[in-house]
């Protein structure tokens, strides 16, 4: 190998890594990834969508607000949000899978340098609540913080075995008071639950009928997920927790 040709090599590679490129290919039809401009350690930010909505995963309420440009003046982070089938939701063992594949994404996206491996949250709307809190139940020691937006808690009974995995992570619940859906009573339970195994960072706020609809939110209810992204607390409180301070 001649000395021009190494030259080039090496030039190329610190390029390369400048570039925040990443070596290995997240597949876009499985995963929306949302990447900073300017890349490095920062945090990276895991949303799972509602059932039916995979086709829009890089287009819901939380995605959005966590990728506009202002967000991310203020809070820049990485967005990873799976596109999951209405088939995988429905299977406790795909779901497993996924929660796998998501991991293994993370873990690659820190070794390479991009995500800071204190600071990986987790937070998710209905379906994508019951898979929220499933995910922290599977990798309870890598997400420094969630939110839980109207869970589907009662389609898994297994969902709720092992709530004590998670005791320590601090976790916000956000739910509609007059949900159709998925009621109240259900984040309500899982917030007394993880309060009696002795949580110390474990909350619930519910918003009434005239916060969901200020918000843009249908009259089922069922979209926590507007009310919490329009509201900067919560991000504020998500942003805050690193694994390295707790």
């Not at 406790?92 to 998501?102: K, Q, W």
């Not at 009928?209 to 992204?229: C, I, K, N, P, Y």
Request: aromatic share 10%; proline share 4%; net charge negative.
């Amino acid at each position: 190998m001649n000395k021009r040709f190494a030259l080039c090599l090496i030039l190329a590679a610190l390029m390369f890594a400048m570039t925040g490129c990443s070596s290995f290919h997240i597949d876009d039809s499985k995963y929306y990834f949302y990447s900073p401009e300017d890349g490095g350690s920062k945090p990276l930010v895991i949303v799972f969508h509602g059932y039916g909505e995979a086709e829009n995963a890089g287009e819901t309420k939380v995605v959005s607000t966590l990728t506009n440009a202002d967000a991310q003046d203020v809070r820049p982070c990485y967005v990873l949000a799976p596109r999951i089938a209405d088939n995988t939701f429905l299977a406790g063992s795909s779901r497993e899978e996924l929660y796998a594949d998501i991991k293994e994404i993370a873990d690659k996206l820190v070794a390479e340098g991009k995500v800071d491996p204190h600071r990986i949250y987790c937070m998710g709307n209905s379906f994508g609540g019951l898979a929220t809190v499933e995910f922290l139940e599977s990798y309870p020691e890598d997400v420094a913080g969630a939110i839980v937006m109207c869970p589907a808690l009662t389609y898994s009974r297994e969902s709720t075995a092992d709530l004590s995995k998670v005791k320590d992570i601090p976790i916000r619940f956000a739910h509609a008071e007059n949900d159709n859906v998925i009621p109240v009573d259900v984040s309500r339970s899982a917030v007394m639950t993880l309060k009696a195994m002795g949580a110390e960072e474990v909350s619930l706020t519910e918003f009434t009928d005239r916060e969901m609809l200020s918000a843009g939110a249908l009259t089922g209810f069922h979209q926590a997920d507007f009310v919490v992204a329009a509201d900067d607390t919560f991000w504020e409180w998500l942003f805050s927790k690193n694994l390295d301070i707790q």
